[in-house]
T-cell receptor
Framework: AQSVAQPEDQVNVAEGNPLTVKCTYS??????LFWYVQYPNRGLQFLLK??????LVKGSYGFEAEFNKSQTSFHLKKPSALVSDSALYFC????????????FGSGTRLSIRP | GAVVSQHPSRVICKSGTSVKIECRSL??????MFWYRQFPKKSLMLMAT?????????EQGVEKDKFLINHASLTLSTLTVTSAHPEDSSFYIC???????????FGPGTRLTVL
């Protein structure tokens, strides 16, 4: 069975500092990996995805994620955090395609202090 | 990107009543729609997958008679929570896709409160 783990419930970073939100996955095949962001009482916004190719994926709002097959990780990163980045971030995996059912991680709350 | 809407955004109902939530793809035809449930400070749990014109596929543990899903057209899927109880209170989110290799787009969610 496929699964996604986000080991940190909360990540606190000072504005201007780099940030990393961790994600590891477990699937039996080649995964489609995603990052989504959720603001309070809102639906999910797509940040980026990895299907194949370059291990470093660039996404919206200056975020990027690095796919590491040997470590089965897909950590989300940003070189310089903004206060407006404060939100709930979900890592997710789909086994077959972007249009297949998506399994979400437990979420990591990112808090950026001024 | 494509837009998915949900209606209503918030609903409060009495225990025992039924509530219908609509999910619409506004500028594309959604061959598949997904319904998720999110508990406070928790992740999204997939409830069911809905394909236009066919019966929904429910995830294990989801009561199909309680959560009725209808995908009658390529732009509309509905989730009806029947005989709602306080434990059904949650944030319900739908997503829609237009094809196998296409993105899923998520609706803004519906907050259901059952008194």
């Amino acid at each position: 069975a496929q699964s996604v783990a986000q080991p940190e419930d909360q990540v606190n970073v000072a504005e201007g500092n780099p940030l990393t939100v961790k994600c590891t996955y477990s699937v039996s095949g080649n995964p489609y990996l995603f990052w989504y962001v959720q603001y309070p009482n809102r639906g999910l916004q797509f940040l980026l995805k990895y299907i194949t190719g370059d291990n470093l994926v660039k996404g919206s709002y200056g975020f990027e994620a690095e796919f590491n097959k040997s470590q089965t990780s897909f950590h989300l990163k940003k070189p310089s955090a903004l206060v407006s980045d404060s939100a709930l971030y979900f890592c997710a995996v789909s086994l077959y395609s972007s249009a297949s059912k998506i399994i979400f991680g437990s979420g990591t709350r990112l808090s950026i202090r001024p | 990107g494509a837009v998915v809407s949900q209606h209503p955004s918030r609903v409060i109902c009495k225990s025992g009543t039924s509530v219908k939530i609509e999910c619409r793809s506004l500028d594309f035809q959604a061959t598949t729609m997904f319904w998720y449930r999110q508990f406070p400070k928790k992740s999204l749990m997939l409830m069911a997958t809905s394909n236009e014109g066919s019966k929904a596929t429910y995830e294990q543990g989801v009561e199909k008679d309680k959560f009725l899903i209808n995908h009658a057209s390529l732009t509309l899927s509905t989730l009806t929570v029947t005989s709602a109880h306080p434990e059904d209170s949650s944030f319900y989110i739908c997503s829609a896709t237009s094809g196998r290799d296409n993105e899923q787009f998520f609706g803004p969610g519906t907050r259901l409160t059952v008194l």
